[in-house]
């Protein structure tokens, strides 16, 4: 429980119980329950909609729902896939890459791809039949933190200290299997579910793969990007799909 609310305080703004002190065994451990926390921030958010779409439709309820979607993760993946933007869309190379998105500092390519992302997740979000929408919110959180697990333990870390060295040194036991196990929560509003899981697992392995060559491996920014373009594309996917 104390790694579940870990895991839940890091990734979100829900602070069940305050933690001020981070051990990294502790915090190593606390890894396999990112899809877990996926599930509840999919759950918060199937509430955002229930709730806004009694007043709202269309674009305005998918403003609504992805503006929800932020302040509940307080932008932790946003920073980094802003921070991603900034170093893989410089055109340098590998080390002035990873040195630019460890800048605090966001760039012009940052900005225009975070504000890409957010309209594509909008517009895509809106095009949404309304009788998929509980299971893509509920999905789409839980398939893309099981990608990064994914991420995070079929790649190399690129630096040689960081989020991704803790996890791998601390993270229990077959953590896949038992991070696989949660993602497939979702499975209870239908088996379409799947496709979802299924496509996020692809997603991250290309996407691993491509950091691999560019940047040398992965990092905790890194962590945060494909979090957000999986999300991204899992919404297109389901819009033409679902």
Same mark, same amino acid.
């Given at each position: 429980?104390?790694? =579940?609310?870990?895991?839940?305080?890091?990734?979100?703004?829900?602070?069940?119980?305050?933690?001020?002190?981070?051990?990294?065994?502790?915090?190593?451990?606390?890894?396999?329950?990112?899809?877990?926390?996926?599930?509840?921030?999919? %759950?918060?958010?199937?509430?955002?909609?229930?709730?806004?779409?009694?007043?709202? %439709?269309?674009?305005?309820? &998918?403003?609504?729902?992805?503006?929800?979607?932020?302040?509940?993760?307080?932008?932790?993946?946003?920073?980094? =896939?802003?921070?991603? &933007?900034?170093?893989?869309? #410089?055109?340098?190379?590998?080390? @002035?890459?990873?040195?630019?998105?460890?800048? #605090?500092? @966001?760039? *012009?390519?940052?900005?225009? *791809?975070?504000?890409?992302?957010?309209?594509?997740?909008?517009?895509? =979000?809106?095009?949404?039949?309304?009788?998929?929408?509980?299971?893509?919110?509920?999905?789409?959180?839980?398939? +893309? $933190?099981?990608?990064?697990?994914?991420?995070?333990?079929?790649?190399?870390?690129?630096?040689? *200290?960081?989020?991704? $060295?803790?996890?791998? &040194?601390?993270?229990?036991?077959? @953590?896949?299997?038992?991070?696989?196990?949660?993602?497939? !929560?979702?499975?209870?509003?239908?088996?379409?579910?799947?496709? !979802?899981?299924? /496509? *996020?697992?692809?997603?991250?392995?290309? +996407?691993?793969?491509?950091?691999? $060559?560019?940047?040398?491996? @992965?990092?905790?920014?890194?962590?945060? &990007?494909? /979090?957000?373009? /999986?999300?991204?594309?899992?919404? %297109?996917? #389901?819009?033409?799909? =679902?």
């Amino acid at each position: 429980m104390k790694e =579940f609310l870990m895991a839940l305080q890091f990734m979100t703004r829900i602070h069940l119980v305050q933690q001020d002190v981070w051990p990294d065994e502790d915090f190593g451990r606390s890894v396999v329950f990112f899809p877990l926390v996926g599930t509840v921030i999919g %759950a918060c958010l199937c509430g955002v909609y229930f709730i806004a779409s009694a007043r709202l %439709a269309g674009t305005p309820l &998918a403003i609504c729902v992805v503006a929800a979607a932020y302040f509940l993760t307080g932008g932790l993946h946003a920073d980094g =896939f802003m921070d991603t &933007a900034d170093g893989v869309c #410089s055109g340098r190379s590998r080390d @002035v890459m990873l040195q630019i998105m460890k800048d #605090s500092r @966001v760039g *012009a390519h940052g900005v225009l *791809a975070f504000v890409l992302l957010v309209l594509l997740k909008i517009g895509f =979000f809106a095009a949404l039949r309304p009788e998929t929408a509980y299971l893509v919110l509920l999905g789409i959180p839980t398939a +893309s $933190r099981m990608g990064t697990l994914v991420q995070i333990y079929e790649f190399p870390y690129a630096r040689p *200290a960081g989020l991704g $060295r803790i996890f791998t &040194a601390y993270g229990p036991r077959h @953590v896949l299997l038992k991070g696989f196990g949660l993602s497939l !929560l979702p499975l209870c509003l239908g088996p379409s579910y799947l496709i !979802l899981l299924g /496509t *996020a697992l692809v997603v991250s392995v290309v +996407s691993g793969l491509y950091l691999q $060559r560019r940047i040398g491996g @992965v990092t905790g920014d890194t962590y945060g &990007a494909v /979090t957000e373009w /999986t999300e991204m594309i899992l919404l %297109a996917l #389901s819009a033409i799909i =679902f």
